[in-house]
T-cell receptor, first 112, second 114 residues
Framework: GNSVTQMEGPVTLSEEAFLTINCTYT??????LFWYVQYPGEGLQLLLK?????DKGSNKGFEATYRKETTSFHLEKGSVQVSDSAVYFCALSNQAGTALIFGKGTTLSVSS | ETGVTQTPRHLVMGMTNKKSLKCEQHLGHNAMYWYKQSAKKPLELMFV???????ENNSVPSRFSPECPNSSHLFLHLHTLQPEDSALYLC?????????????FGDGTRLSIL
């Protein structure tokens, strides 16, 4: 079946550090891949997406590249800010259009 | 400012109570979803509605009963819940139900069962 695996958190970084949050997936066919972010006390917000192999999604300085050969969609940011502290969820949607399948989430904490 | 509004934000209820969660979206979307978010577990899809018709019930116990009177409103009726049902319940919507459709989430209702 379809599934998403994220690196365990929490991830603790200093401001301006480089961020990588690993995400790998298992799916039949060619899923669309998403990163969502959840700030404290709020719902999830779409951060970026990629719909086919080698696509790069980007938003607010975050990037992720759809790697079919390694079934991965790692999230990166070159210089994190305190305001980036949140929980990040990797998700996939398979070709059948079933609602999103999420990973467990990775908590990021950035200190000044 | 989210286009998906959930009420109430917090709810405490006993196991014998009956209550309802409400979700309203102002985005003109046609698909709506209920998710359950528990600590240290992935988000669990509960129900999917597409053009007011329920298209998925992800083996949810009958003590949870959804209702979708129109494409803008979604309810989750609760009765005789168990302590393990305490969680954050998130509503989401998308333009359509499809593989490339991003979902827009509300801020959730934090439910506590006494």
């Amino acid at each position: 079946g379809n599934s998403v695996t994220q690196m365990e958190g929490p991830v603790t970084l200093s401001e301006e550090a480089f961020l990588t949050i690993n995400c790998t997936y298992t799916a039949t066919g060619y899923p669309s891949l998403f990163w969502y972010v959840q700030y404290p006390g709020e719902g999830l917000q779409l951060l970026l997406k990629a719909t086919k192999a080698d696509d790069k999604g980007s938003n607010k300085g975050f990037e992720a590249t759809y790697r079919k050969e390694t079934t991965s969609f790692h999230l990166e940011k070159g210089s994190v800010q305190v305001s980036d502290s949140a929980v990040y969820f990797c998700a996939l949607s398979n070709q059948a259009g079933t609602a999103l399948i999420f990973g467990k989430g990775t908590t990021l904490s950035v200190s000044s | 400012e989210t286009g998906v509004t959930q009420t109430p934000r917090h709810l405490v209820m006993g196991m014998t109570n009956k209550k309802s969660l409400k979700c309203e979206q102002h985005l003109g979307h046609n698909a709506m979803y209920w998710y359950k978010q528990s600590a240290k577990k992935p988000l669990e899809l509960m129900f999917v509605y597409n053009f007011k018709e329920q298209t998925e019930n992800n083996s949810v116990p009958s003590r949870f009963s959804p209702e979708c009177p129109n494409s803008s409103h979604l309810f989750l009726h609760l009765h005789t819940l168990q302590p393990e049902d305490s969680a954050l319940y998130l509503c989401a919507s998308s333009q359509e139900r499809g593989p490339n459709q991003p979902q827009h989430f509300g801020d959730g209702t934090r439910l506590s069962i006494l």
